[in-house]
């Protein structure tokens, strides 16, 4: 077994024998494997991929490189995830959705990746709350709330850990065999009952075509279905944001506002769609209208947000933040306005150019040692086929610093495009195809 034999095998276009990505895994994990062999493996799938053979492979090893968790609760462990996107926001108001329809949700989540958010961000952009529980509080958290949104310990799939830092610096995100690989590690090694995916297409995900999201979701499904975890997708839109901000405490603002009963929309809709499905594969709803209608029952009785309060203050964030969020979340030092420079409708949005944005006002990360502004981002952004006047807010940028809020204006000005047409474009179907195999 030689890291460089491997590298050559996929550079020369062959998939390394099983037990040569095992032992591959296995090194990332115990550092046997420097950062540039991971690099260049990383790479080398990217541009010569691995077959779902090799990606079933990789999937495999890179789970058992560490711990492999499993549940003693009496209803079923269910989790969902998404391949990322902007505004997505869904993980904060799902978990506790979910845990108020008598599941339990053990989400090991990840952080900010390309120009999209990472989920365990926006949950630290609450004051003292901490993602890094080990495996004991992991569990006390999950059995007593319901839910619990954490880190991966340093020994639930360490390969993945190494490997994931190394794609966001490398330039290998992108890659449907990693991705599958990475998303996949991580949710097995949690020992879960059953698993519902959001592969993003458009503008504002990793994938921009519905034909390549489909290849992504059908090959999460039918890996994660081989390695015995029932598991579906739903293919949904990302031409523009879910949520109308962007930014880790101002996505938690939006998640609050969907809780507490305040505020609809998509981040809503897709929510209440994700875990319809996934209340019938766990057991606890007979049809997908049941479990929406559970869920639905779920938000307006205040038992979601009530979850939700319970998982931050065991975390370690306020007591009663699920009362006084708005007080409690940090905001930017500079707020200025993106005004509509002319009439017309909001034909198209480029999300990952303002994602790209939220990144440079530092709400994500350009290496991996940067440091997150938890403050800083977009809000009440403009939806595609909305009418605007010249003049009218089209988004507000929070910046810490005045520089960085100029530049973030033109940035998000065009980003947006407005088009001097009468009628107004349809939106896309927020979902577009669902997979179960």
């Given at each position: 077994m030689d890291a460089r034999h491997i590298i050559a095998t996929l550079r020369d276009g062959h998939v390394p024998r099983d037990g040569e990505i095992r032992w591959f895994a296995q090194g990332l994990a115990d550092g046997t494997v420097t950062d540039a062999q991971a690099g260049a493996f990383a790479m080398a799938v990217l541009l010569r991929g691995l077959g779902e053979e090799g990606r079933v492979a990789l999937t495999r090893a890179m789970r058992d490189s560490g711990r492999v968790l499993s549940w003693n609760l009496p209803a079923p462990a269910l989790d969902k995830h998404s391949t990322g996107g902007v505004g997505d926001c869904v993980s904060l108001?799902?978990?506790?959705m979910l845990a108020a329809c008598g599941a339990y949700v053990p989400m090991i989540s990840g952080r900010g990746l390309g120009h999209t958010g990472g989920t365990l961000d926006k949950m630290e952009a609450i004051p003292g709350l901490s993602t890094e529980l080990t495996e004991t509080a992991f569990r006390g958290v999950t059995a007593e709330a319901g839910c619990a949104i954490v880190a991966a310990s340093t020994d639930i799939a360490p390969a993945d850990r190494r490997l994931y830092a190394i794609r966001d610096v490398t330039g290998t995100v992108e890659s449907l065999d990693l991705i599958t690989a990475s998303i996949l590690s991580k949710k097995l090694a949690a020992g879960l009952d059953a698993l519902v995916l959001d592969v993003k297409c458009g503008a504002g995900a990793f994938m921009k075509t519905e034909?390549?999201?489909?290849?992504?979701?059908?090959?999460?499904?039918?890996?994660?279905?081989?390695?015995?975890?029932?598991?579906?997708?739903?293919?949904?839109?990302?031409?523009?944001?879910?949520?109308?901000a962007l930014g880790n405490a101002l996505e938690v603002a939006e998640s609050m506002a969907v809780l507490s009963g305040t505020k609809r929309g998509r981040l809503a809709e897709l929510s209440i769609a994700l875990g319809a499905g996934l209340l019938v594969q766990g057991g606890l709803a007979a049809t997908p209208e049941e479990g929406a209608a559970t869920l639905e029952e779920a938000l307006t009785s205040g038992a979601a947000m009530e979850r939700f309060g319970r998982m931050v203050a065991l975390m370690g964030g306020p007591v009663r933040?699920?009362?006084?969020?708005?007080?409690?979340?940090?905001?930017?030092?500079?707020?200025?306005?993106?005004?509509?420079?002319?009439?017309?409708?909001?034909?198209?949005?480029?999300?990952?150019?303002?994602?790209?944005?939220?990144?440079?006002?530092?709400g994500g990360r350009q290496v991996e040692s940067d440091r997150i502004e938890p403050s800083v981002g977009l809000s009440d952004l403009v939806r595609i086929g909305q009418p605007v006047e010249k003049g009218q807010v089209l988004a507000r940028v929070h910046a810490a610093r005045i520089e960085a809020a100029e530049a973030a204006v033109a940035e998000v000005r065009a980003a947006i495009t407005i088009s001097e047409t009468t009628t107004a474009p349809a939106p896309a179907p927020l979902v577009l195809q669902r997979i179960t195999a």
């Open positions: 108001v799902l978990a506790p034909e390549d999201a489909a290849k992504l979701a059908r090959a999460l499904v039918s890996t994660a279905n081989a390695a015995g975890c029932p598991t579906e997708a739903l293919l949904t839109d990302m031409s523009q944001p879910l949520a109308p933040f699920a009362e006084d969020w708005q007080r409690l979340l940090p905001e930017a030092n500079v707020i200025l306005e993106v005004t509509a420079q002319g009439p017309g409708h909001v034909t198209a949005m480029d999300g990952e150019a303002l994602g790209l944005t939220v990144v440079a006002l530092g």
